[in-house]
């Protein structure tokens, strides 16, 4: 993975002395989780819940988002203790429900006609906070969400940051949370198509999530021992795909594994969207590349094609021993840096350590796989086509 690059404000959370400024200053905290669930999502709510009881401190989560500090939004704010965590370490999904719909600094409002207008109420999610007492939030989510927390820590909201999405493309931590046990779901889900595969003597194509990194397309596909990897990084040449099928075949074998992320790309092309129905309105969204990749494969090549998409089996279910841990680590780490007064920042993983970052740091650019790097030359070594 990309190397970390250490910045002015790093702050090893292990290590460094509190903060006098802050000491004795916070008594109640929030959390809330925006974006897409992830593994570990519950594992950081009980590590934060956990560690502020034993500062002293109370703890309220805020539901789906930062809606539950709006006014015209209560009983969405809710008091946690250790009942209210206990028992979730293992369990997917997020207790406080998150949402990836409502920015605060362009909230939808109805108007009477029936109308959506956008509007600007950063402000008064942050005269929420004060309406609760709340001294501090912890913020939990991806590049969207942390971005959002670092523009409402410019006005004044002392914010700190977890790093949460299963694509593995924050920058500033080794890891996020979440994305070891999406790898493992789409290497057991690759695993479980060989024997159909190669039973039917088929090409099976499984499309996996991300959007401009193909980190767990790259992880699950070497580990499932997949014959062709697609990621966004490294724009494909169908053709070249389908050789390396026509190859296996002349080999012998004559059936294929091949993996894509969602976001990657043919060489001149664009991304693959399909449209979603529901709600007020039909939406484009990303996916659909692997059914288009079936296709071209079976009309080039001849060979029966089928495709298979993961979707939000990769986001939902029980974390892995690994995940739960990270998870864990990154909850009390959060509280530590709210007890020395780093806002403003993200915890992130720098094996062995977990540090404090700037959050424009951490959101300066996507992590994406270097298409130089280690892991691509290991794909390479074995024998795995890129689509290159």
């Known amino acids: 993975m990309n190397e970390k690059k250490t910045v002015p404000g790093d702050e090893d959370l292990a290590t460094a002395a509190p903060r006098a400024d802050r000491a004795g200053k916070i008594r109640k905290i929030a959390i809330n989780t925006g974006g897409g669930d992830a593994p570990g999502l519950n594992a950081v709510i009980r590590a934060i819940v956990l560690s502020a009881l034993h500062r002293g401190w109370s703890v309220v989560g805020v539901e789906n988002g930062y809606g539950g500090l709006l ?12 009942d209210e965590v206990r028992g979730i370490t293992h369990r997917g999904g997020t207790i406080l429900g998150t949402t990836n719909s409502f920015d605060p600094f362009a909230w939808p409002v109805r108007l009477p006609d029936g109308s959506i207008e956008e509007r600007d109420r950063s402000g008064e999610i ?26 409402l820590s410019k006005r ?24 070891l046990t999406a790898v493992a779901t789409a290497t057991d889900a690759i695993g479980k198509l060989h024997s159909t595969a190669e039973s039917h003597r088929r090409v099976m194509v499984v499309e996996v999530m991300g959007r401009h990194a193909g980190w767990i397309a790259l992880y699950s596909g070497l580990a499932g021992s997949a014959d062709v990897i ?3 990084e490294i724009p494909f040449d169908i053709e070249r795909v389908c050789d390396k099928i026509r190859d296996r075949e002349a080999a012998g074998r004559d059936f ?4 894509v992320a969602e976001g990657a790309t043919p060489a001149g092309g664009e991304m693959v969207m399909k449209t979603v129905h529901g709600g007020d309105d039909d939406q484009e969204r990303l996916g659909g590349l692997g059914e288009v990749v079936a296709r071209e494969i079976a009309r080039r090549t001849g060979k029966e094609t089928r495709s298979l998409t993961l979707g939000h089996l990769q986001r939902g279910g029980t974390p892995n021993s690994y995940d739960r841990v990270i ?3 990154f909850g009390a780490a959060a509280v530590r840096c709210v007890a020395r ?11 062995p350590h977990v540090r404090a970052i700037p959050l424009a740091e951490a959101l300066a650019d996507l992590k994406v796989v270097p298409v130089d790097g280690d892991i691509v030359m290991t794909a390479q070594a074995l024998g795995v086509s890129l689509g290159d």
């Open 341 to 351: 007064g780093r806002f403003g920042t993200m915890v992130a993983l720098d094996p």
């Open 230 to 232: 697609l990621i966004p």
């Open 327 to 329: 998870s864990l680590r």
């Open 256 to 259: 294929s594994i091949v993996c």
């Open 126 to 151: 942050i005269e929420g906070l004060r309406r609760h007492g709340i001294d501090a939030l912890i913020a939990i989510g991806g590049d969207g969400s942390l971005d959002l927390a670092h523009r």
């Open 156 to 179: 004044g909201l002392p914010v700190v940051g977890v790093p949460k999405t299963i694509d593995n493309d924050l920058c500033g931590t080794s890891l996020t949370f979440g994305f």
């Open 71 to 82: 006014p015209d939004d209560p009983g969405r704010v809710i008091p946690l203790g250790s």
